[in-house]
């Protein structure tokens, strides 16, 4: 699924800060996130370990420099650290590892479970929600078509008794007999 999907899903169905209008959970791929910090850095002379400087400033550094390129799973809370320049920043909830396609159901059921927090499940207890939310999708599915289906033709016309349906492996008794 594509990453803006997956970030629209989440902004429509997890909500946004009302004051910033920032999602309250968005995906990122963690080398494209910078940050303005602020603390003591270190200069070296390129390939080597030769100090240059020591100097106290704010800078604009990669935020997951600690992480291999991945998808993050962030979200947004209040800042509390001194060193970042912001009301609000976002903290990362989960990273994806080596996964390079996101789904989403899986995104939704880590957030259920993120903000749900319950004791551990076991797997079939993880099997039985998911065979739940299985029947719950079949459920609205059934209302939406039934009360789609009475405004289709071929549909309304069936129900009345004005056209059938014949198997495409059918045979018509009488044409046996006669032969």
């Known amino acids: 699924m594509d990453l803006h999907l997956i970030n629209q899903k989440l902004r429509d169905q997890w909500g946004i800060d009302v004051a910033s209008d920032l999602p309250n959970f968005r995906i990122v791929w963690s080398p494209d996130e910078l940050e303005y910090r602020t603390g003591l850095f270190q200069d070296f002379v390129p390939g080597t370990n030769i100090l240059i400087r020591s100097v106290n400033e704010t800078r604009l550094v990669k935020k997951y420099n600690y992480l291999d390129p991945q998808y993050v799973l962030e979200q947004l ?8 320049h912001s009301r609000l920043s976002y903290e990362p909830v989960w990273c994806f590892g080596d996964q390079k396609q996101l789904v989403w159901r899986a995104i939704e059921l880590l957030l259920h479970f993120l903000r749900n927090p319950r004791k551990p499940f076991t797997e079939q207890q993880l099997v039985g929600l998911e065979q739940e939310q299985i029947e719950e999708d079949e459920r609205l599915m059934d209302e939406l078509l039934e009360g789609q289906m009475k405004f ?3 549909y309304s016309a069936y129900k009345d008794g004005d056209l059938i349906f014949v198997p495409s492996n059918y045979e018509r008794n009488n044409d046996k007999e006669s032969k």
Do not use: M, T, Y
């Open 77 to 84: 809370r209040p800042n509390s650290n001194l060193e970042i």
């Open 152 to 154: 289709d033709p071929s």
